[in-house]
């Protein structure tokens, strides 16, 4: 299959979304829409090969278990692409490391491309001694950018090469409630990664019947939408029209984060609705960095013994609930959209942005702005 372009293009954008159906990745295919919305993409969608299920697990594999580099060059069934023309940059957005294995499907990109950027959400600097080979891969690139702050110099060492630090972040427009925030009906919303004593407790004052919690009931290893992009309209709904948003740190409980606490996707999506952020503040330095003011997150014990308590002292304040709401949206619309994070890749890959990236950030702080005057009214 040779690619084809209907309209000028700087950035190459392959992407999983035809492939890869997950809830996890529904952010990351998010990032990639507001990138298309704010410069001149081509996105390339992977497309599934012949026996791609039979493939796929055979390369999956090879990749995790062969110590040889031979293993991380195989193409994990997906349809073979030859590009047809030259661009600017090429722009990689992955969950983790096993990604970049369907670059392999892609025969001439490293000189196709002029600058090539790598964007990877998940990695946990203890594991880099038992995926070194996959860490090598990211030395084709130019960029390298790492959600978790605690792995960049890591990541660093084993490539030879400077990383960055890029927060995550949200289609901030998606998730306010400016410019007209609708009611928040919706007490108690919680997606994800939980502590079961803390739900427990937000259950049991939900069954007395003081409170609306909306919650998951299905794992999150079998939610595949229909659609990424209504997947996160409804997410972001949902958390717009409630009052508090339950956060953990990345990995919350898993065995695989080694002790590494990183900054995970609800902090950004609970703070852009608008919500309080009840659970823990992750210990990592890169979070007070992020999320730079007072209480950012109001805190529960892991026993859930003072679940009640919080939300009554937090409900009894006098509006205090509206001004933490008000609050975390304005430094969300200033700060934590994923445009911002392409504005800080642009800067260090020296490219110019394109006028739509300005004025994405413009209609930003103009929501901001408003959001702050009606706080004041409050």
Known sequence: MTSKETAPARVLMPTLRRINPHAAWCSNYEFEDVIRAVDDVHLLEFEPGP??????RLARSLAWHGRHRL???????????TLDRDYDLLA???????????????RDWRSRCRV?????????????????QFLRLL????????????????????????CHHAPLAADVRRFTPYPSPPRR????YSIGLRSEPV???????ASAGRLFYLYDTIPGSLIRPTSPSQHRDLLANCAKRSR????????FGYEENQGQSEVGARYFEGTAAGAVLLGQAPSAPSFRDDFPWPDPVFEVRGDGSDVEERLLSLEAGGGEVERIGVRNAVHALRRHDWAHRWRSILEAAATTPRPALAGRLQALEALAEGATRSGERR
């Open 51 to 56: 026996y791609f299920a039979v493939r796929h």
């Open 71 to 81: 293993f991380t060059a195989v193409n994990p069934g997906v349809k073979p692409v």
């Open 92 to 106: 990689v957005v992955c969950m983790n490391f096993w990604d970049l294995l369907y670059l392999n499907a892609i």
């Open 116 to 132: 090539k950027v790598c964007y990877i959400v998940e990695f946990y600097a203890g594991l880099a001694s038992q995926y070194d």
């Open 139 to 162: 030395s084709d690139f130019d960029h390298v950018f790492l959600a978790f702050s605690g792995s960049v110099s890591t990541v660093s060492q084993v490539i030879g090469k400077p």
């Open 185 to 188: 009906v919706i007490d108690v």
């Open 199 to 205: 739900h427990e407790a937000l259950l049991r004052r």
């Open 244 to 251: 508090f948003f339950v956060t953990y740190e990345a990995k």
